[in-house]
């Protein structure tokens, strides 16, 4: 059993750029939620997909987007990069399984420099 | 709204003696509640996780956390600190959303700092 993997590892980009981070998630997991961390705080919920389909938004700007793809895999996209967005961001599986739809397992993250 | 409060930013102790973390939270329903740890540079590793089976938890290394619905509390406990205990908890409360899905708050976290 595989966990849940992020790509890549770190990133470097621009003021106005765009990105696309990537998460495979928990072999048998069908839902992925993404985070972002900064610095010296707690994770903030960005949104969670489950089954290709948005399932629950955070306080994030639609500049956030995201996919899931049928394999469950996951993609976080932003637009317009400001420096505020530098931070690690986290994804997160969970199965659907009664009793653990909410239980996660979280990625390596990936750290984003915006500069 | 549900809400999370970590109630120290650091404990530092020493190795061999308890640990206590503090945590209490704010939920409109009845919440899921976990205990998470983060070492440097690696990921957030699941310790423990209260449903309603049992107020008491216990978790992974050594660790476990009592639910009190009248203190609105899940404190994090460790009968002994080891050197390798040193990390960032995160106390973190789960609701679930009207369409079925969850939502998940975090607090701030609390850095525990472990002495020889």
């Known amino acids: 059993e595989t966990g849940v993997t992020q790509s890549p590892t770190h990133l470097i980009k621009t003021r106005g750029q765009q990105v696309t981070l990537r998460c495979s998630s928990q072999s048998g997991h069908n839902t992925v939620s993404w985070y972002q961390q900064a610095l010296g705080q707690g994770p903030q919920f960005i949104f969670q997909y489950y089954r290709e389909e948005e399932n629950g938004r955070g306080n994030f700007p639609p500049r956030f987007s995201g996919l899931q793809f049928p394999n469950y895999s996951s993609e976080l996209n932003v637009n317009a990069l400001e420096l505020d967005d530098s931070a690690l961001y986290l994804c997160a599986s969970s199965s659907g399984l009664a009793g653990e739809t909410d239980t996660q397992y979280f990625g390596p993250g990936t750290r984003l420099t915006v500069l | 709204a549900q809400s999370v409060t970590q109630l120290d930013s650091h404990v530092s102790v020493s190795e061999g003696t308890p640990v206590l973390l503090r945590c209490n939270y704010s939920?409109?329903?009845?919440?899921?509640l976990f205990w998470y740890v983060q070492h440097p540079n690696k990921g957030l590793q699941l310790l423990l996780k209260?449903?309603?089976?049992?107020?008491l938890v216990k978790g992974i290394n050594g660790f476990e956390a009592e639910f009190k619905k009248s203190e609105t509390s899940f404190h994090l406990t460790k009968p002994s600190a080891h050197m390798s205990d040193a990390a960032e908890y995160f106390c973190v409360v789960s609701d679930q959303w009207d369409t079925g899905g969850f939502k998940t708050i975090f607090g701030a976290g609390t850095r525990l700092f472990v002495k020889a």
């Open positions: 939920s409109s329903y009845s919440p899921s």
């Open positions: 209260y449903t309603s089976a049992a107020t």
